[in-house]
Protein backbone atom coordinates (compact mmCIF):
# COMPACT_ATOMS: atom_id res chain seq x y z
CA UNK A 1 0.00 0.00 0.00
CA UNK A 2 1.16 3.32 -1.23
CA UNK A 3 1.93 5.69 1.63
CA UNK A 4 0.78 9.10 0.61
CA UNK A 5 3.09 10.78 2.93
CA UNK A 6 4.89 12.87 -0.36
CA UNK A 7 1.53 14.02 -1.15
CA UNK A 8 1.11 15.55 2.02
CA UNK A 9 4.47 17.85 1.50
CA UNK A 10 3.62 18.08 -1.90
CA UNK A 11 -0.03 19.46 -1.28
CA UNK A 12 0.91 22.00 0.85
CA UNK A 13 -1.37 24.83 0.28
CA UNK A 14 -3.56 22.38 -1.57
CA UNK A 15 -6.53 20.06 -0.68
CA UNK A 16 -5.76 16.41 0.43
CA UNK A 17 -8.73 14.16 1.76
CA UNK A 18 -8.83 11.26 3.81
CA UNK A 19 -11.05 8.92 6.03
CA UNK A 20 -10.68 9.42 9.47
CA UNK A 21 -11.99 6.30 10.84
CA UNK A 22 -9.70 3.30 10.55
CA UNK A 23 -9.94 -0.19 12.47
CA UNK A 24 -8.37 -2.36 9.44
CA UNK A 25 -10.42 -0.55 6.81
CA UNK A 26 -10.36 3.15 5.83
CA UNK A 27 -13.51 4.91 6.10
CA UNK A 28 -15.17 6.19 3.26
CA UNK A 29 -13.58 8.89 1.59
CA UNK A 30 -15.12 12.29 1.09
CA UNK A 31 -17.69 11.78 3.81
CA UNK A 32 -19.74 15.26 4.42
CA UNK A 33 -18.42 16.02 8.08
CA UNK A 34 -15.05 16.39 8.53
CA UNK A 35 -12.16 18.56 9.89
CA UNK A 36 -9.77 20.49 8.75
CA UNK A 37 -6.34 20.46 9.02
CA UNK A 38 -4.34 23.96 8.81
CA UNK A 39 -0.79 24.06 8.70
CA UNK A 40 0.31 27.51 11.32
CA UNK A 41 2.90 28.62 9.45
CA UNK A 42 0.41 29.88 6.87
CA UNK A 43 -3.03 29.55 7.60
CA UNK A 44 -3.31 26.85 4.57
CA UNK A 45 -5.76 24.46 4.84
CA UNK A 46 -3.65 21.55 4.07
CA UNK A 47 -5.77 18.53 4.62
CA UNK A 48 -9.72 17.35 4.96
CA UNK A 49 -10.23 14.45 7.28
CA UNK A 50 -13.50 12.84 8.06
CA UNK A 51 -15.24 12.80 10.92
CA UNK A 52 -15.68 9.09 12.27
CA UNK A 53 -19.65 8.22 12.53
CA UNK A 54 -21.64 6.65 15.71
CA UNK A 55 -21.69 4.00 13.00
CA UNK A 56 -18.09 3.68 12.15
CA UNK A 57 -17.09 4.07 16.24
CA UNK A 58 -18.86 1.19 17.37
CA UNK A 59 -17.61 -1.42 14.69
CA UNK A 60 -14.11 0.12 15.82
CA UNK A 61 -14.70 -0.97 19.13
CA UNK A 62 -16.13 -4.11 18.19
CA UNK A 63 -12.95 -4.87 16.04
CA UNK A 64 -10.68 -3.69 18.75
CA UNK A 65 -12.17 -5.97 20.68
CA UNK A 66 -12.42 -8.85 18.64
CA UNK A 67 -8.86 -8.25 17.66
CA UNK A 68 -8.06 -8.21 20.94
CA UNK A 69 -8.86 -11.52 21.07
CA UNK A 70 -6.23 -12.95 19.32
CA UNK A 71 -3.63 -10.60 19.65
CA UNK A 72 -3.63 -11.14 23.77
CA UNK A 73 -2.80 -15.04 22.63
CA UNK A 74 0.56 -13.94 20.82
CA UNK A 75 3.55 -14.87 22.88
CA UNK A 76 4.99 -10.99 23.78
CA UNK A 77 7.93 -11.57 22.31
CA UNK A 78 6.16 -12.32 18.46
CA UNK A 79 4.58 -8.72 19.71
CA UNK A 80 7.78 -7.27 20.12
CA UNK A 81 9.01 -8.42 16.89
CA UNK A 82 6.15 -6.73 15.08
CA UNK A 83 6.81 -3.40 16.84
CA UNK A 84 10.33 -3.90 15.99
CA UNK A 85 9.20 -4.36 12.03
CA UNK A 86 7.61 -1.09 13.22
CA UNK A 87 10.42 0.32 14.51
CA UNK A 88 12.16 -0.17 11.24
CA UNK A 89 9.62 1.43 9.03
CA UNK A 90 9.72 4.37 11.09
CA UNK A 91 13.36 4.77 10.41
CA UNK A 92 12.46 4.61 6.86
CA UNK A 93 9.58 7.29 7.09
CA UNK A 94 11.97 9.40 9.63
CA UNK A 95 12.67 12.30 7.42
CA UNK A 96 8.94 12.39 5.76
CA UNK A 97 7.05 12.25 8.85
CA UNK A 98 9.20 14.54 10.33
CA UNK A 99 8.02 17.16 7.44
CA UNK A 100 4.70 16.45 7.81
CA UNK A 101 4.60 17.42 11.94
CA UNK A 102 6.87 20.41 11.03
CA UNK A 103 3.89 20.97 8.33
CA UNK A 104 0.52 20.33 10.64
CA UNK A 105 2.23 21.56 14.03
CA UNK A 106 4.79 24.42 13.05
CA UNK A 107 7.47 22.63 15.15
CA UNK A 108 10.93 23.45 13.71
CA UNK A 109 12.24 20.30 11.47
CA UNK A 110 15.00 19.40 13.99
CA UNK A 111 12.51 19.20 16.75
CA UNK A 112 9.66 17.66 13.57
CA UNK A 113 12.67 14.81 13.51
CA UNK A 114 13.40 14.42 17.28
CA UNK A 115 10.18 13.61 17.76
CA UNK A 116 9.64 10.89 15.31
CA UNK A 117 13.22 9.77 16.59
CA UNK A 118 11.26 9.53 20.07
CA UNK A 119 8.46 6.77 18.46
CA UNK A 120 11.44 4.84 17.51
CA UNK A 121 13.16 4.89 20.58
CA UNK A 122 9.67 3.93 22.73
CA UNK A 123 9.59 0.80 19.55
CA UNK A 124 13.14 -0.11 19.98
CA UNK A 125 12.03 0.04 24.14
CA UNK A 126 9.26 -1.70 23.81
CA UNK A 127 10.88 -4.63 21.47
CA UNK A 128 13.51 -5.08 24.90
CA UNK A 129 9.83 -4.94 27.08
CA UNK A 130 8.61 -8.04 25.05
CA UNK A 131 10.81 -10.29 26.75
CA UNK A 132 11.21 -8.47 29.77
CA UNK A 133 7.16 -8.83 31.42
CA UNK A 134 8.28 -9.68 34.56
CA UNK A 135 5.85 -10.88 37.51
CA UNK A 136 7.54 -11.65 41.46
CA UNK A 137 7.25 -14.51 43.37
CA UNK A 138 7.00 -14.61 47.11
CA UNK A 139 7.03 -17.20 49.29
CA UNK A 140 3.81 -18.85 50.56
CA UNK A 141 3.04 -18.40 54.38
CA UNK A 142 1.75 -22.47 53.62
CA UNK A 143 3.64 -25.51 53.59
CA UNK A 144 3.57 -26.69 49.89
CA UNK A 145 1.99 -23.28 48.36
CA UNK A 146 3.54 -21.31 45.51
CA UNK A 147 2.77 -17.45 45.28
CA UNK A 148 3.31 -15.67 42.73
CA UNK A 149 1.87 -12.80 40.05
CA UNK A 150 1.90 -12.30 36.87
CA UNK A 151 0.64 -10.09 34.02
CA UNK A 152 -2.01 -10.42 31.24
CA UNK A 153 -3.30 -7.99 28.38
CA UNK A 154 -5.74 -6.19 29.74
CA UNK A 155 -7.99 -5.29 26.44
CA UNK A 156 -8.38 -2.50 23.93
CA UNK A 157 -6.91 0.60 25.41
CA UNK A 158 -8.04 4.39 24.49
CA UNK A 159 -5.38 6.65 24.00
CA UNK A 160 -6.18 10.50 23.60
CA UNK A 161 -3.47 12.59 22.61
CA UNK A 162 -2.56 16.51 21.87
CA UNK A 163 -1.81 18.25 18.79
CA UNK A 164 1.84 19.59 20.36
CA UNK A 165 3.33 15.73 20.65
CA UNK A 166 1.25 14.19 17.43
CA UNK A 167 3.45 11.47 17.06
CA UNK A 168 5.31 10.48 19.88
CA UNK A 169 2.90 10.15 22.52
CA UNK A 170 1.04 8.12 20.73
CA UNK A 171 4.27 6.14 20.31
CA UNK A 172 4.77 5.78 23.98
CA UNK A 173 1.33 4.58 24.16
CA UNK A 174 1.19 2.37 21.50
CA UNK A 175 4.44 0.60 21.66
CA UNK A 176 3.99 -0.46 24.96
CA UNK A 177 0.62 -1.44 24.92
CA UNK A 178 1.35 -3.47 21.53
CA UNK A 179 3.82 -5.29 23.20
CA UNK A 180 1.64 -6.33 26.30
CA UNK A 181 -0.97 -7.67 24.24
CA UNK A 182 -3.89 -4.43 23.84
CA UNK A 183 -5.28 -3.51 20.92
CA UNK A 184 -5.62 0.59 20.62
CA UNK A 185 -8.46 3.25 19.54
CA UNK A 186 -6.40 6.60 18.99
CA UNK A 187 -8.17 9.80 18.93
CA UNK A 188 -5.93 12.43 18.16
CA UNK A 189 -6.30 15.86 18.51
CA UNK A 190 -8.61 17.27 15.87
CA UNK A 191 -5.68 20.01 14.75
CA UNK A 192 -3.18 16.91 14.07
CA UNK A 193 -5.27 14.64 12.20
CA UNK A 194 -2.76 14.30 9.02
CA UNK A 195 0.25 13.11 11.41
CA UNK A 196 -2.42 10.40 12.66
CA UNK A 197 -3.38 9.16 9.92
CA UNK A 198 0.10 8.78 8.82
CA UNK A 199 1.52 7.13 11.64
CA UNK A 200 -1.32 4.45 11.48
CA UNK A 201 -0.84 3.84 7.78
CA UNK A 202 2.67 2.86 8.87
CA UNK A 203 1.62 0.68 11.66
CA UNK A 204 -0.67 -0.90 9.26
CA UNK A 205 1.79 -2.06 6.71
CA UNK A 206 3.28 -3.87 8.85
CA UNK A 207 0.41 -5.47 10.47
CA UNK A 208 -0.60 -6.85 7.47
CA UNK A 209 2.92 -8.10 6.45
CA UNK A 210 2.61 -10.27 9.30
CA UNK A 211 -1.00 -11.46 8.35
CA UNK A 212 -2.35 -9.56 11.78
CA UNK A 213 -6.16 -9.67 12.06
CA UNK A 214 -7.99 -6.52 11.62
CA UNK A 215 -8.82 -4.05 14.59
CA UNK A 216 -5.25 -3.90 16.65
CA UNK A 217 -4.73 -0.83 15.84
CA UNK A 218 -7.57 2.04 15.39
CA UNK A 219 -8.32 5.36 14.56
CA UNK A 220 -11.19 7.63 15.07
CA UNK A 221 -11.18 11.51 14.88
CA UNK A 222 -13.54 13.74 15.95
CA UNK A 223 -14.16 16.60 18.62
CA UNK A 224 -13.73 15.51 22.60
CA UNK A 225 -17.53 16.34 23.28
CA UNK A 226 -18.58 14.01 20.65
CA UNK A 227 -16.27 10.44 19.63
CA UNK A 228 -14.19 11.60 22.30
CA UNK A 229 -17.06 11.34 24.96
CA UNK A 230 -17.99 7.90 23.40
CA UNK A 231 -14.67 6.94 24.17
CA UNK A 232 -14.48 7.42 27.61
CA UNK A 233 -17.53 6.29 28.74
CA UNK A 234 -17.19 3.03 26.44
CA UNK A 235 -17.10 0.38 29.31
CA UNK A 236 -15.50 -2.19 26.57
CA UNK A 237 -12.60 -0.25 26.59
CA UNK A 238 -11.03 -0.79 30.25
CA UNK A 239 -8.07 2.11 30.15
CA UNK A 240 -8.01 5.72 28.80
CA UNK A 241 -4.72 7.21 28.21
CA UNK A 242 -5.11 10.68 27.95
CA UNK A 243 -3.01 13.79 27.18
CA UNK A 244 -4.07 17.26 27.33
CA UNK A 245 -5.52 20.05 29.80
CA UNK A 246 -6.11 20.17 33.34
CA UNK A 247 -9.89 20.93 32.45
CA UNK A 248 -10.05 18.12 29.73
CA UNK A 249 -8.55 15.69 32.29
CA UNK A 250 -10.76 15.99 34.77
CA UNK A 251 -13.34 14.85 32.06
CA UNK A 252 -12.14 12.00 31.27
CA UNK A 253 -11.14 10.96 35.01
CA UNK A 254 -14.75 11.34 35.79
CA UNK A 255 -16.38 9.58 33.14
CA UNK A 256 -14.10 6.97 33.23
CA UNK A 257 -14.04 6.90 37.56
CA UNK A 258 -17.85 6.67 36.85
CA UNK A 259 -17.45 2.71 35.11
CA UNK A 260 -15.11 2.31 37.14
CA UNK A 261 -12.67 2.30 34.41
CA UNK A 262 -9.08 3.16 34.58
CA UNK A 263 -7.05 6.26 33.90
CA UNK A 264 -3.56 7.65 32.96
CA UNK A 265 -3.27 10.85 33.13
CA UNK A 266 -0.98 13.30 31.09
CA UNK A 267 -1.99 16.49 31.83
CA UNK A 268 -0.74 20.53 32.24
CA UNK A 269 2.79 21.06 33.77
CA UNK A 270 3.65 24.71 35.05
CA UNK A 271 7.44 23.81 34.92
CA UNK A 272 10.14 25.31 37.18
CA UNK A 273 13.69 25.77 37.01
CA UNK A 274 15.59 27.16 40.06
CA UNK A 275 18.80 28.47 39.32
CA UNK A 276 20.87 28.52 42.64
CA UNK A 277 24.09 31.23 43.04
CA UNK A 278 26.86 28.96 41.93
CA UNK A 279 24.33 28.00 38.13
CA UNK A 280 27.28 27.16 35.38
CA UNK A 281 25.39 30.17 33.56
CA UNK A 282 26.58 29.12 30.45
CA UNK A 283 24.82 25.48 30.48
CA UNK A 284 21.64 27.40 32.52
CA UNK A 285 21.57 29.74 29.56
CA UNK A 286 21.29 26.99 26.75
CA UNK A 287 18.89 24.60 29.03
CA UNK A 288 16.50 27.45 29.20
CA UNK A 289 16.38 28.94 25.72
CA UNK A 290 15.52 25.07 24.63
CA UNK A 291 13.21 24.32 27.25
CA UNK A 292 10.91 28.04 27.29
CA UNK A 293 11.22 28.68 23.49
CA UNK A 294 11.81 25.34 21.99
CA UNK A 295 8.62 24.10 20.72
CA UNK A 296 7.05 27.75 21.06
CA UNK A 297 6.47 26.74 24.40
CA UNK A 298 4.20 24.49 23.51
CA UNK A 299 5.40 21.57 25.47
CA UNK A 300 4.04 20.29 28.66
CA UNK A 301 7.68 20.23 29.82
CA UNK A 302 8.24 23.46 28.67
CA UNK A 303 10.37 26.00 31.56
CA UNK A 304 7.38 28.44 32.36
CA UNK A 305 9.12 29.80 35.56
CA UNK A 306 12.59 30.93 36.12
CA UNK A 307 13.45 31.07 39.93
CA UNK A 308 16.88 33.06 39.61
CA UNK A 309 18.93 33.63 43.18
CA UNK A 310 19.15 37.17 43.69
CA UNK A 311 23.07 37.20 43.60
CA UNK A 312 22.80 36.55 39.66
CA UNK A 313 19.81 37.84 38.85
CA UNK A 314 20.92 41.04 37.16
CA UNK A 315 23.53 38.91 35.09
CA UNK A 316 21.64 36.43 33.82
CA UNK A 317 18.80 38.38 33.49
CA UNK A 318 20.90 40.99 30.53
CA UNK A 319 22.42 37.49 29.14
CA UNK A 320 18.90 36.04 28.66
CA UNK A 321 17.05 39.15 27.26
CA UNK A 322 20.01 39.16 24.58
CA UNK A 323 19.68 35.95 24.03
CA UNK A 324 15.99 35.80 23.07
CA UNK A 325 16.27 39.08 21.25
CA UNK A 326 18.91 36.90 19.05
CA UNK A 327 16.25 34.10 18.74
CA UNK A 328 14.94 33.72 14.95
CA UNK A 329 11.10 33.09 14.88
CA UNK A 330 9.46 32.10 11.55
CA UNK A 331 8.78 29.20 8.91
CA UNK A 332 9.80 25.79 10.88
CA UNK A 333 11.77 24.69 7.63
CA UNK A 334 14.18 27.36 7.50
CA UNK A 335 17.33 26.57 9.21
CA UNK A 336 17.88 29.30 10.92
CA UNK A 337 14.35 29.39 12.39
CA UNK A 338 14.22 28.53 15.89
CA UNK A 339 10.73 29.32 17.08
CA UNK A 340 7.11 28.59 15.02
CA UNK A 341 4.43 29.34 15.18
CA UNK A 342 1.82 28.94 17.41
CA UNK A 343 -0.99 26.12 16.88
CA UNK A 344 -3.42 28.32 15.72
CA UNK A 345 -5.26 31.77 16.40
CA UNK A 346 -6.57 30.93 20.01
CA UNK A 347 -3.31 30.41 21.18
CA UNK A 348 -2.25 33.71 19.87
CA UNK A 349 -5.32 34.85 21.42
CA UNK A 350 -4.16 33.45 24.93
CA UNK A 351 -1.13 34.25 24.41
CA UNK A 352 -2.13 37.98 24.14
CA UNK A 353 -4.18 37.46 26.75
CA UNK A 354 -1.63 36.34 29.44
CA UNK A 355 1.09 38.87 28.88
CA UNK A 356 -2.00 41.69 29.19
CA UNK A 357 -2.61 39.53 32.42
CA UNK A 358 0.75 39.53 33.72
CA UNK A 359 0.97 43.29 32.91
CA UNK A 360 -1.85 44.01 35.07
CA UNK A 361 -0.84 41.98 37.40
CA UNK A 362 2.68 43.96 38.24
CA UNK A 363 5.22 42.07 35.41
CA UNK A 364 7.05 43.49 33.97
CA UNK A 365 7.68 42.56 30.23
CA UNK A 366 11.58 42.67 29.77
CA UNK A 367 11.32 41.59 25.90
CA UNK A 368 9.00 40.07 23.18
CA UNK A 369 5.44 40.64 24.23
CA UNK A 370 3.88 41.05 21.03
CA UNK A 371 1.52 38.94 18.17
CA UNK A 372 4.32 39.26 14.86
CA UNK A 373 1.71 40.27 12.39
CA UNK A 374 3.57 41.58 9.24
CA UNK A 375 4.76 40.41 6.13
CA UNK A 376 5.98 36.68 5.82
CA UNK A 377 3.60 36.66 9.22
CA UNK A 378 0.97 37.50 8.10
CA UNK A 379 -1.33 34.95 7.81
CA UNK A 380 0.45 32.54 10.46
CA UNK A 381 0.05 32.18 14.36
CA UNK A 382 3.57 33.82 15.40
CA UNK A 383 4.58 35.81 18.34
CA UNK A 384 7.61 37.13 20.09
CA UNK A 385 9.66 34.77 23.02
CA UNK A 386 8.55 36.58 26.19
CA UNK A 387 10.20 37.04 29.29
CA UNK A 388 8.25 38.87 32.36
CA UNK A 389 10.03 39.91 35.32
CA UNK A 390 7.18 38.40 37.84
CA UNK A 391 6.67 38.59 41.90
CA UNK A 392 5.06 35.76 43.23
CA UNK A 393 1.76 37.32 44.29
CA UNK A 394 0.80 37.15 40.66
CA UNK A 395 -2.16 34.89 40.07
CA UNK A 396 -1.13 34.74 36.32
CA UNK A 397 1.93 32.29 37.12
CA UNK A 398 -0.30 29.55 38.32
CA UNK A 399 -1.68 29.07 34.96
CA UNK A 400 -0.24 26.98 32.38
CA UNK A 401 -0.61 29.21 29.26
CA UNK A 402 0.66 26.78 26.16
CA UNK A 403 2.63 29.71 24.56
CA UNK A 404 7.10 31.00 25.18
CA UNK A 405 6.07 33.61 28.00
CA UNK A 406 8.74 32.94 30.68
CA UNK A 407 8.23 34.34 34.40
CA UNK A 408 11.36 35.41 36.28
CA UNK A 409 10.95 35.48 39.67
CA UNK A 410 13.88 36.06 42.39
CA UNK A 411 14.72 34.59 45.28
CA UNK A 412 17.09 34.76 48.27
CA UNK A 413 17.22 31.29 49.83
CA UNK A 414 17.04 27.47 49.12
CA UNK A 415 13.84 27.20 50.91
CA UNK A 416 12.46 30.24 50.10
CA UNK A 417 12.70 28.78 45.95
CA UNK A 418 11.53 25.22 46.78
CA UNK A 419 8.29 26.73 48.41
CA UNK A 420 8.03 29.37 45.69
CA UNK A 421 8.22 26.13 43.12
CA UNK A 422 5.98 23.91 44.89
CA UNK A 423 3.36 26.99 45.17
CA UNK A 424 1.49 25.53 41.30
CA UNK A 425 -0.79 23.75 40.79
CA UNK A 426 0.73 21.71 38.71
CA UNK A 427 3.63 18.92 39.39
CA UNK A 428 5.32 17.77 36.10
CA UNK A 429 8.62 18.75 35.39
CA UNK A 430 11.39 20.71 37.61
CA UNK A 431 15.05 21.27 37.71
CA UNK A 432 17.80 22.94 39.59
CA UNK A 433 21.02 24.48 38.12
CA UNK A 434 23.34 23.70 41.41
CA UNK A 435 27.12 22.46 41.44
CA UNK A 436 26.15 22.23 45.98
CA UNK A 437 25.67 18.78 46.52
CA UNK A 438 23.02 20.01 49.55
CA UNK A 439 21.16 21.91 47.33
CA UNK A 440 20.98 19.36 44.73
CA UNK A 441 20.21 16.81 47.07
CA UNK A 442 17.62 19.06 49.09
CA UNK A 443 16.13 19.74 45.85
CA UNK A 444 15.46 15.97 44.93
CA UNK A 445 14.77 14.95 48.60
CA UNK A 446 11.03 14.45 50.02
CA UNK A 447 10.95 18.17 51.13
CA UNK A 448 12.35 19.24 47.44
CA UNK A 449 10.31 19.43 44.09
CA UNK A 450 7.02 18.10 44.07
CA UNK A 451 7.39 16.87 40.22
CA UNK A 452 6.99 13.89 38.54
CA UNK A 453 10.38 14.76 36.75
CA UNK A 454 13.37 16.26 39.00
CA UNK A 455 16.86 17.89 36.91
CA UNK A 456 20.17 18.82 37.75
CA UNK A 457 21.80 20.67 35.14
CA UNK A 458 19.35 20.27 32.76
CA UNK A 459 16.17 21.89 32.00
CA UNK A 460 12.55 20.39 32.22
CA UNK A 461 11.87 19.68 28.75
CA UNK A 462 13.30 17.10 26.50
CA UNK A 463 12.76 13.69 28.98
CA UNK A 464 14.03 10.82 27.61
CA UNK A 465 11.94 7.35 27.28
CA UNK A 466 13.44 5.50 29.19
CA UNK A 467 12.35 7.09 32.35
CA UNK A 468 8.51 7.04 33.39
CA UNK A 469 7.03 10.10 32.13
CA UNK A 470 4.44 12.25 34.04
CA UNK A 471 3.49 14.09 36.98
CA UNK A 472 1.72 15.17 39.65
CA UNK A 473 -1.18 17.46 41.45
CA UNK A 474 -2.99 18.23 38.33
CA UNK A 475 -0.54 16.61 36.01
CA UNK A 476 -3.00 13.73 37.20
CA UNK A 477 -0.27 11.14 38.54
CA UNK A 478 -0.55 9.56 35.29
CA UNK A 479 2.94 7.64 34.09
CA UNK A 480 3.69 6.38 30.64
CA UNK A 481 6.70 5.50 28.38
CA UNK A 482 9.78 3.94 29.94
CA UNK A 483 10.59 2.31 33.50
CA UNK A 484 7.74 0.11 34.01
CA UNK A 485 4.77 2.60 32.98
CA UNK A 486 3.69 -0.72 31.07
CA UNK A 487 2.20 -2.17 34.48
CA UNK A 488 -0.67 0.12 33.94
CA UNK A 489 -1.40 -1.62 30.47
CA UNK A 490 -1.82 -5.16 31.80
CA UNK A 491 -3.76 -6.71 34.92
CA UNK A 492 -1.83 -8.09 37.32
CA UNK A 493 -2.48 -11.58 38.83
CA UNK A 494 -1.49 -13.53 42.04
CA UNK A 495 -1.63 -16.68 41.59
CA UNK A 496 -1.32 -19.44 44.86
CA UNK A 497 -1.07 -23.14 44.10
CA UNK A 498 -1.08 -25.74 46.30
CA UNK A 499 1.06 -28.42 45.45
CA UNK A 500 0.37 -30.66 48.84
CA UNK A 501 -1.86 -33.26 50.18
CA UNK A 502 -3.77 -30.68 52.92
CA UNK A 503 -6.09 -27.62 52.58
CA UNK A 504 -4.36 -25.47 55.04
CA UNK A 505 -5.87 -21.80 55.03
CA UNK A 506 -4.03 -18.84 55.43
CA UNK A 507 -3.95 -16.71 58.64
CA UNK A 508 -4.27 -19.89 60.64
CA UNK A 509 -7.54 -20.82 60.22
CA UNK A 510 -8.98 -23.58 61.45
CA UNK A 511 -12.14 -24.22 59.89
CA UNK A 512 -14.33 -27.36 60.41
CA UNK A 513 -12.64 -30.46 60.78
CA UNK A 514 -11.52 -30.77 57.09
CA UNK A 515 -8.52 -28.07 58.21
CA UNK A 516 -5.20 -28.57 59.25
CA UNK A 517 -2.09 -25.89 59.63
C1 LIG B 1 4.37 16.61 25.94
O1 LIG B 1 4.63 17.81 25.81
O2 LIG B 1 3.19 16.21 26.10
O3 LIG B 1 9.98 15.68 27.64
C2 LIG B 1 5.39 15.54 25.84
C3 LIG B 1 9.59 16.20 26.59
C4 LIG B 1 9.18 15.30 25.46
C5 LIG B 1 7.75 14.92 25.56
C6 LIG B 1 6.80 16.03 25.84
N1 LIG B 1 10.00 14.11 25.51
O4 LIG B 1 9.56 17.41 26.43
Known sequence: MELRLKPFEESFGKEFTHPGT?????????????????????????????????????????????????????????????????????????????????????????????EVQELIDIADFAVGLSRQLYGMTT?????????????????????????????????????????????????????????????????????????????????????????????????????????????????????????????????????????????????????????????????????RRLLVHEAILDTFTERLVGAYQAIQVGNPFESRTLMGPLIDAEAVR???????????????????????????????????????MAHPDMPVIEQETFAPILYILPFKTVEEAIALHNAVPQGLSSAMFTRNLIHAETFLGPEGSDCGIANINIGTSGAEIGGAFGGEKETGGGREAGSDAWKAYMRRQTCTINWGQDMPLAQGIRFGSGCTT
Not at 41 to 68: N, P, Q, Y
Not at 359 to 383: P, Q
Request: a neutral charge; charged letters at 25%; proline letters at 5%.
Open 139 to 303: HSERPHHRLYEQWHPLGPIGVITAFNFPVAVFGWNAMIALVCGDTLIWKPSSKTPLCAVAVIRVMDEVLRENGMPEGIVNLIVGSGATIGRRLVEEPRVPLISATGSVPMGKRVAQAVAARLGRTILELGGNNGVILMEDTDMELALQAVLFGAVGTAGQRCTTI
Open 350 to 388: RFEAAVARAEREGGKVLTGGKVLKEGDYARGFYVQPTLV
Open 22 to 114: FNGQWGVEGAPDFVESISPIDGAVIGRVSLTTEVEFEETVRKARKAFLTWRKVPAPKRGEIVRQMALRFREYKEELGKLITLEMGKILPEGEG
